[in-house]
């Protein structure tokens, strides 16, 4: 069975310090994966897709970059926070493309002050 | 580019009554994958359903859609509403063989009462 694994489960951080955000699949070799932010009560937003290692596409980047540096491994970063990066990150996983359900993660809590 | 509308904001019903929440959407692309998401609170998303094929019922744990190509809906619906059935629920759509991932709605919050 796959399991989606995110870390860290909750952050507090200071407006202008840098941020890593992890996420791992397990059981599944080659994913699709993506990153999504959800504003506190708001819609999800995709940020990032990645469909091979070392290959990313941006949606929405709100000053954020992700990389993948490894098949089962997603990374989403900054080096700056702004307040407006508040919220729910999540990572997902789909099979391949448009059709492919989309599995998410348990989500990163992220507070900036 | 892609856009998914639904019922704006909080719906909220008795248990036992039915339910609908709409969706609309604009795709330049003739095969969209329409999906609908349930986020119980402090959980993640999770697949509530999904279509492609038009004007066919699809079903799950009591709802049940139906992707209109002609009006470009897929709305949802469950006859008879259950407390559990209190989250917020999100329409989304893709486009057929393409990686890039999903377009959402803003999100409708349902509130069963008893």
């Known amino acids: 069975a796959q399991t989606i694994h995110q870390w860290p489960v909750a952050e507090i951080k200071a407006v202008g310090s840098p941020l890593s955000l992890g996420c791992t699949i397990k059981?599944?070799?080659?994913?699709?994966l993506y990153w999504y932010w959800q504003a506190t009560g708001g819609t999800l937003q995709q940020l990032f897709y990645?469909?091979?290692?070392?290959?990313v596409e941006s949606v929405v980047q709100l000053n954020l970059s992700a990389s993948r540096p490894k098949d089962d491994q997603f990374i989403l970063s900054t080096e700056k926070l702004l307040l407006s990066h508040s919220g729910f990150y999540l990572c997902?996983?789909?099979?391949?493309?448009?059709?492919?359900?989309?599995?998410f993660g348990p989500g990163t809590r992220l507070l900036v002050l | 580019g892609d856009s998914v509308t639904q019922t704006e904001g909080l719906v909220t019903l008795t248990e036992g009554l039915p339910v609908m929440l709409n969706c609309t959407y604009q795709t330049i692309y003739s095969n969209p994958f329409l999906f609908w998401y349930v986020q119980h609170l402090n959980e993640s998303p999770r697949l509530l359903l999904k279509?492609?094929?038009?004007?066919k019922r699809t079903e799950h744990q009591g709802f049940h859609a139906t992707l209109h190509k002609s009006s470009s809906s897929f709305h949802l619906q469950k006859s008879s509403a259950q407390l559990s059935d209190s989250a917020l629920y999100y329409c989304a759509l893709s486009e057929d063989n393409y990686a890039q991932g999903l377009t959402f709605g803003l999100g409708t919050r349902v509130s069963v009462f008893p």
């Open positions: 990645s469909i091979t290692v070392g290959q």
């Open positions: 997902a996983w789909s099979l391949s493309g448009g059709q492919d359900t989309q599995y």
């Open positions: 059981g599944k070799s080659s994913p699709n």
């Open positions: 279509s492609f094929t038009d004007n």
